[in-house]
């Protein structure tokens, strides 16, 4: 290559590489305004939008805290824990026989679980706030956590599915002579093999759970029951005109999710990538 | 081994997801259509039944167009973004000059898409405020005040104010598909492609697109799909207006269903959600099997 050439294509490196990292500053920078404002006074936020706080105001976020956001935190937590715990069991319980037996039908089965992936929750919204009168647990905790696990479960048993169909089968084959029950089989044997996939569903449908929002603003009335998501919507409207105390509350609401995104990267996308679904 | 030939063990395993699906997913959206032939109301027992009636005032209803419009806006303009600019932007984190940046550059556009809906509308809600947002303000330092504006609060411009928002959370989520898809692509194509003279550009065309095809394709019809359920952005940002100017078929539904109390109406738009969500998605499967078929 002689040295023009290098000194050209030098040069399109840099450009592109600028434009990468300026894509990266529209990405970040409106993620740092909200943290940094979140220290500011609203003055402060008002004659300089871009300036940094003179001092750290913690007390925003205490007052976040207090205003809502840590009844609505504790609230997605508890509801966000039991959906992905149950999601988990019940599509690794529907996975095992769906890629281990074989039985007539199998193909129905699998299309009836993992078909539920193309359905809109938002078709269901209706009727679903209706079911769930009907069973008398509409504005409790189960409104949410019920509707969540069943909209997680496609997708959980398909990942679960794929990993197990990949693993070996001479360990269970020994096992099988040594007389082990289909339970102890599926419990003791295939779902330790399984960690890895488990701690990518746990986290996709942890993340897709904490922070659903049309469920959460349809299925629940009562302020006091509010996941985080909808709190901060009514926030809003509590707060008026106090931005910094709201994009306090904004920061608290997504730091859960940054940071395990950002420990936990190599599982998400693995997850991702495995199903290309969605929300 | 004779252990996996037991189908009621089978069933048994599978049995609470298929109650929670078969309830839970499946029947509301059967019943969901049984209630878009009655009228009634969410706080009495009282329904009314209509027939298509619902289905015929919806055609001649010029919110419904709107609703539609803007829909269609929103997946043209994701798939331009999320679609075209996330592949370039996997092609070009894919090249060797690039890769040893690739895994900051890719967390960084990864990162909006793994925070709530709410927080980045209401977040973008003070970035477009005319007071003190962010943008406003970055125009007026450029030197371009002319240009500031109420984004939100102008029927011309929120629909894109909002749209926009919904692209600067999705590109990176796009991107990363397409960075695995270029990944799995054998490495000597490209090498013969360069003994051929090819240059970047004319890799990315000759060899890179007709590799991921199939790609493209499964995320346009996820942008599409997801263009069409879109809710939580329009609710959280403006509601559906100014005026109607923002409404798309799911807000349409909601203020049909929880602020007008027409639950037959609401279940009528969720009707047609989901013929749309339905066919888009029937078109994919019928591709992809042409394709594995040839």
């Known amino acids: ?279 | 081994m004779n252990i996996y030939r037991n189908k009621k063990v089978a069933i048994l395993f599978m049995l609470p997801a298929l109650v929670f699906v078969i309830l839970f997913i499946y029947y509301p959206i059967i019943q969901n259509f049984i209630y878009s032939l009655y009228r009634w109301s969410s706080f009495s027992e009282v329904k009314v039944f209509v027939g298509f009636d619902y289905y015929k005032r919806l055609l001649s209803d010029p919110i419904f167009y709107i609703a539609l419009k803007n829909n269609a806006l929103y997946a043209i303009i994701s798939i331009v973004f999320q679609v075209g600019v996330g592949m370039i932007l996997a092609a070009v984190l894919e090249e060797k000059i690039m890769r040893r940046y690739q895994t900051f550059f890719r967390t960084v556009y990864f990162m909006p898409s793994v925070i709530s809906i709410t927080v980045v509308g209401l977040l973008f809600q003070l970035v477009y405020n005319p007071n003190i947002g962010l943008l406003n303000a970055f125009l007026k330092v450029v030197g371009l005040e002319t240009l500031t504006h109420d984004w939100l609060g102008r029927s011309d411009t929120a629909m894109f104010a909002i749209i926009a928002t919904s692209q600067w959370q999705y590109i990176g989520y796009i991107m990363l598909l397409f960075l695995v898809a270029i990944q799995k692509i054998p490495e000597e194509l490209y090498e013969s492609a360069m003994i051929d003279g090819a240059n970047a550009i004319q890799k990315f065309i000759h060899v890179t697109i007709p590799q991921i095809k199939e790609t493209i394709l499964v995320t346009s019809i996820i942008t599409i799909i997801g263009a069409f359920k879109v809710f939580d952005e329009v609710y959280v940002m403006t509601a559906g207006g100014p005026g109607r100017s923002t409404e798309v078929l799911a807000s349409y539904m909601y203020r049909a269903g929880f602020r007008n109390d027409e639950m037959g109406y609401a279940a009528t738009i969720a009707t047609v959600i989901f013929l749309i969500t339905f066919i888009v998605t029937l078109i994919q499967l019928k591709v992809s099997k042409e394709k594995n078929e040839a």
């Open chain 1, 1 to 279: 290559m002689n040295k023009e050439h290098n000194g050209l294509s030098k040069f399109i490196f840099m450009f592109v590489f600028l434009l990468l990292i300026t894509y990266s500053v529209i990405i970040i920078y409106p993620l740092l305004w909200m943290i940094i404002s979140g220290f500011k006074t609203n003055q402060e936020l008002f004659l300089e939008p871009w300036g940094l706080p003179a001092k750290l105001l913690w007390s925003n976020y205490k007052s976040a805290w207090d205003v809502g956001v840590g009844k609505f935190f504790v609230n997605s937590l508890f509801v966000t824990s039991v959906s992905v715990t149950v999601t988990l069991f019940i599509s690794a319980c529907c996975a095992f026989p769906l890629s281990r037996y074989e039985f007539k039908g199998q193909n129905i089965f699998l299309l009836i679980i993992i078909g539920g992936v193309m359905l809109a929750p938002q078709v269901s919204l209706i009727s679903l706030y209706k079911l769930l009168q009907r069973l008398k647990i509409y504005n409790t905790y189960w409104a949410l956590i019920i509707p969540y696990i069943a909209f997680r479960i496609p997708f959980t048993t398909f990942l679960i599915r794929s990993y197990m169909l990949s693993l070996p089968r001479e360990i269970e084959d020994s096992a099988y002579i040594d007389g082990c029950t289909s339970w102890r089989l599926f419990w003791n044997i295939i779902l330790p093999m399984c960690k890895p996939i488990m701690a990518t569903s746990a986290l996709l449908a942890a993340m897709s759970v904490w922070n659903e929002f049309m469920f959460a603003l349809v299925f629940i009335e009562d302020s006091t029951l509010r996941t985080i998501p909808v709190g901060i919507m009514n926030l809003r409207s509590t707060l008026s005109t106090n931005w910094t105390i709201l994009l306090a509350a904004l920061t608290i609401s997504a730091l859960p999710m940054i940071i395990l995104f950002i420990v936990f990267q190599k599982q998400f996308v693995r997850g991702i990538t495995q199903g290309g679904v969605k929300g």
